[in-house]
Structure formats: C-alpha cells, structure tokens
C-alpha cells in the first residue's frame, strides 16, 4: 500500500504479496495455505456448567470430573484393542449429505461396510440422534448445519424425547422453537446424565459451519468469563466418549481433504488434520476458492488428542 504525500491517494498493489511467508511457502502453489504452528485444546471449562442444564455458573468439581473420565477413555483408547462390535464408522447427515463413503476410507475392513442405523440421513429429530449415539463406533462423521452453540436438526417432539433421553422433563433449550432440534449444552448434558450414550471412545468429524468456534470469539478476550461458554462441540467431547473431534470455525462447506486416507496409512488424528493443509497447499488459488479460500484449512481445529490412531480390532 502506498500513500501520497499529500494524502490524497492511495495505490494498492494486489500483485505485491505474502511477505510473511518463506521461500518454502513460496514454493508451494498456494503460498499461505501451511501454518507454522498447530495445538490442540482440550478445555472443560466452558460446559462445566451446573447445577441447571441452563445454567452458566462454572462448576470446579464437574470440570474435574469430565476432564479425569476424558483422560480415561484416552488411555483405553490409545492401550486397548477395539472389540469387533465396535470397530464400525458411524455417520448421521441432516440438511447436509451423508459421510459414510469418505470414513469407509479410513479401514481398509470398512469399505464395504453397510449397517442399519449407522449411516442415518432422513428426518434425523434429536430422537434419532439419539439412537444413533447409542450405536458403537469408532470413527463418526457429524454433518449438520450449526454454530458455536449447537447443531439444528429435524423439529422433534418433546415427549418422544424425553422417552428417548429417560427425563421426565426437558430444558427450555431443549424443547425448540417448534421448528427445529438444537443439538448443543443442554442435549449432550442430558444425554451423559440419562448414560443413553454408548461407552466406546470414538474420533469425531464434524462438518457443521462455526462448530469449532468459541462462543464470544469475536467481541471477549480468551480468559473472559464467558468466552467459549456453551461450545457445542466441547460439549461432545465432554459428555459422549469423545477423544478427539475436528471441526471447522468459519462458514465454509469444504472437508478435510485426505483426512480418512491418512487414518488408513497410521496417521494420528494430528498427522491427517495437518495432510488437508498440505492438499491446500498444493492446490491453486482458483482450486481453493481465491482471496480467503487460500486459507480455509486454517479454520479447521482439533479438539482433544491429535497424538491418536485408530486402535487394532480385537479378535
């Protein structure tokens, strides 16, 4: 950008650019597509919320708790054998397509795989997702339109739900504006405390818009009380035996790229979130959707352990 001296004018040069990156960066197709650095997080203070499903007072013994049972299902993870019943792929779609064909990919015993009730796309209400939660898997796919704060499926009845979750009543936020099921806090609390939700630690890939991003992000600082309150996918990773879930926090309708064949090669979970940023980088500026498309791979994250691999199955 140049200034004139009288400052009258000012001349951009959209051809001068990218002087943050290396000559590595340079290198690539796609200059600014590799980040320098990638961390994951795993952080329950903002869904330790208590005593009302509704409610926003941080509770220090219920952060306690769902980080020590996180640690826990990790170690399983990570040490233990996947028994056969659930050594499967599970994908549920609502207003957006299914992902069973790209988590196949990621086993090879899975390529063929075909179960009912794992890979669930129609009039999916909060009662099938529920269902669906309840199905043994090892790697899930949610896809469903969302924000910071939860996931909109199909308009559910409140009876049937309760039925489903075994509470006699539901929140207000639970029971929608008749239109539509939120999925956020408040399901997933109610979900783990009803123990509706299967035991078998499972990665998670979730292609909702925002799903990732903290609530607040845009206007609190990071250690503000109320920054990341409510986040909908923490509240996944906390309150169903999630251990590790890539997410996306901008509204874009891309995947990660690679992210299944990676998995079938030994990847960690870290090694295929990364790969997406090198398919990224290869690519060219109209490949990826020119101006902020160069950097869409950066508003993919992880939460959890990027360390992880999919487990042996146990004969």
Known sequence: VRVAADGTAVTIDDDDRDHECTAQDRAARNPIAQPDIAVSRIDARGVALGPAPDGADFDADLELRLLVAYFDRNHAFRTQPVAPA????????????????????????????????????????????????????????????????????????????????????????????????????????????????????????????????????????????????????????????????IGRAKVFYDEPRGFAATLAAGGSVGDAWRRYFAVEAAGSWQQAGGDIGRKRAYFWSLLGDFTLRLPPRRE
Request: aromatic content about 10%; glycine content about 8%.
């Open 86 to 245: 659930g050594d499967k792929p599970a994908s549920v779609a609502f207003g957006l397509g299914s992902g069973m064909a790209q988590l196949r990919r990621a086993r090879h015993a899975w390529r063929e795989f075909v179960e009912a009730g794992y890979d669930v796309t129609a009039a999916v209400d909060l009662v099938a997702l529920t269902a669906w939660w309840q199905r043994p898997a090892l790697l899930r796919t949610l896809r469903a339109h969302s924000n910071g704060t939860a996931a909109v499926f199909a308009r559910t009845d409140a009876t049937a739900l309760e039925r489903a979750l075994g509470v006699e009543s539901l929140p207000a936020s639970l029971r929608g504006d008749g239109r539509h099921g939120r999925a956020g806090l408040a399901y997933y609390r109610a979900l783990w405390q009803s123990d509706r939700a299967t035991d078998q630690p499972y990665i998670l890939v979730h292609t909702g818009c925002e799903a990732i991003a903290p609530p607040g992000a845009e206007r609190l600082a990071y250690d503000h009380p109320h920054y990341g309150l409510r986040q909908h996918a923490e509240a996944i990773l906390f309150y169903t035996p999630c251990v590790a879930l």
